[in-house]
């Protein structure tokens, strides 16, 4: 499987990024897929996830009501829309995706696959 994020850049605080990820080697839809983050000089953290249905969602608590995962398995691609950036979101965002997760303490474990990331840099 491999993974391959898209769509960071530069934007003010308040705008609004859409990050995409495309699966390839295997069908989107076999994947709980994710979204990470790592800040310069922090550990890479849980940003967002979605079940394998779609009929799931699952965010940290700093971006819920900002943040949207998305997926669109006709595609193999994974979404993650920001908005009302700030400038606390500036990370390099990493896609993820795995077939045996679970959800502990509101994260999932088990991502076994992990694409490049994008870097999303918010100026205030």
């Known amino acids: 499987v491999q993974l391959q994020a898209s769509g960071g850049g530069l934007v003010q605080a308040g705008g609004s990024l859409r990050l995409s990820c495309v699966v390839s080697?295997?069908?989107?839809?076999?994947?709980?897929m994710g979204w990470f983050r790592q800040a310069p000089g922090k550990e890479r953290a849980f940003v967002a996830a979605i079940n394998w249905s779609g009929g799931s969602t699952y965010y940290t608590d700093s971006v819920k009501g900002r943040f949207t995962i998305s997926r669109d398995d006709a595609e193999n691609t994974v979404y993650l829309q920001m908005n009302s950036l700030k400038p606390e979101d500036t990370a390099v965002y990493y896609c993820a995706a795995g077939q045996s997760v679970r959800i502990l303490e509101g994260v999932p474990r088990g991502m076994a696959y992990w694409g490049k990331g994008t870097l999303v840099t918010v100026s205030s």
């Open positions: 080697g295997r069908t989107s839809s076999n994947y709980f």
